[in-house]
């Protein structure tokens, strides 16, 4: 059996921690140092650390577990309160992306006719749009955690956004599936990601009253084995069973060990396990996994105008929600910030699209490179939108309260 991937992981861990230490000193969240060297360690750059099996799995573990402590970090009555305005930045922060992906690529598929062509062109350009309405909030949630901010008003908003926003992709990904190929159920798919939401209600129900009847004793040293193992089956079943993101499977395990009275043991020695290896790792790979190919001059137009509609859409999408929902105009803008990274979200979707026929090759490279970017600009966005010393995030006022919970 080879040992070589320890060398990998050798390399991955210090070069991480060097460059967020370095990120660190000129007041940039340490994760953009660890995109950074991620790129360049990579194919991309210097060509030391290539893509692997095992590094994939390590850092598929390091999102579950980085969404599995927000979850933990995560106010539960403040979730409840900010549903109303989560589902409405969400739903605005779907449809526009969607509408721009499409006319980005109408554009250029149809020779700058986005409104023509048959309907397996129509069909690739839905499939650009929904693309581009992924959202990879475990950036954006390891930068608020660094600073400070997750349980902020909207920090708390961008959490309850950014479930709703993995529903509305997986449902638009299963209507575009099932309008090519009709042995694909879109209604069997949306029953399965109401099920997933009810018997997490279920199992976060009998986990309160349990709790909450005294007889559940947990001992401290092991607790966090418990906790990790029920992370684990709550994200596998969420994808293997109900066509769920894995990682929604770790936060709502979160939000419900929340309300243990272990909450904060646990949250401390996942962040200790997480920081330490995993998350660095998931970071990492983002870069080690992209590698870039040549272009002509159309393709960088492409990549230029689905870059822009990329960011601006999310952006005032995000922020026209939250704003219609009594954010302030601050507060909204900050929610827009954190809703802008794509991550690995927008490649798993573009890479099914490839496999399904959805989009053309070409078009992979430009997806990489707006992944990339709106990876790395969004924590140094979130550093200045957050960096308002006065900002009234840090409560929920009453007026607030009363309007989501109407």
């Known amino acids: 059996m ?26 940039m969240p340490r994760v953009v140092g660890a995109l950074i060297a991620g790129l360049l360690i990579g194919p991309s750059v210097l060509g030391i650390v290539h893509p692997s099996d095992f590094l994939r799995q390590m850092a598929k573990v390091g999102v579950i577990l980085l969404m599995f402590t927000a979850g933990l970090e995560s106010d539960l009555t403040e979730l409840k309160k900010s549903g109303k305005a989560s589902s409405v930045i969400a739903v605005i922060g779907v449809f526009l992306p969607l509408i721009g992906g499409y006319l980005v690529g109408g554009f250029f598929n149809n ?78 798919v949306i029953m399965k990601i109401l099920a997933f939401f009810v018997v997490s209600l279920i199992i976060g129900l009998l986990f309160k009253k349990a709790s909450g009847s005294g007889k559940a004793k947990f001992d401290k040293h092991r607790v966090i084995i418990y906790a ?16 769920v993101a894995d990682i929604t499977g770790a936060y709502i395990t979160g939000l419900i060990l929340s309300m243990s009275k272990g909450s904060e043991h646990i949250k401390e020695s996942v962040e200790t396990i997480s920081t330490a290896i995993f998350s660095p790792i998931f970071f990492a790979n983002i870069g080690i996994c992209t590698v870039m ?7 960088v137009i492409f990549t230029v105008l689905l870059l822009a509609v990329a960011i601006l859409t999310k952006l005032y999408g995000c922020k026209l929600g939250a704003v219609a929902c009594g954010f302030s105009k ?12 794509r991550g690995e979200v927008a490649l798993i979707v573009a890479d099914i699209g490839i496999a399904a ?30 960096s308002n010393k006065d900002s009234k995030n840090t409560k929920v006022t009453e007026q607030f309260s009363e309007e989501t919970a109407m």
């Open 293 to 299: 190919t040549k272009m002509n001059t159309t393709m």
């Open 330 to 341: 601050e507060e909204g803008t900050q929610i827009g910030v954190g809703m802008i990274s």
């Open 111 to 188: 020779a700058g006719t986005p409104f023509s062509g048959g309907f397996e062109i129509t069909l690739q350009n839905i499939f650009i749009g929904i693309i581009l309405t992924a959202t990879s909030v475990s950036i954006t949630v390891e930068t608020l955690q660094e600073m400070g901010k997750l349980k902020t008003r909207s920090g708390t908003a961008i959490l309850g956004a950014a479930v709703i926003d993995d529903i509305l992709g997986i449902v638009l990904l299963a209507i575009i599936t099932g309008m090519s190929n009709s042995k694909v159920s879109i209604q069997v």
């Open 228 to 243: 990790l193992a029920f992370c684990f089956v709550m994200s596998f079943g969420a994808e293997h069973f109900f066509g």
């Open 2 to 27: 080879s040992i070589e991937f320890l060398v990998d992981l050798v390399i991955v861990l210090l070069s991480t921690e060097l460059l967020g230490a370095l990120t660190k000193r000129f007041k």
């Open 357 to 386: 026929g959805f989009m053309k090759e070409a078009y992979f490279a430009p997806i990489i490179l707006v992944v990339i970017v709106t990876t790395l600009i969004t924590p140094i966005l979130l550093k200045v939108v957050y």
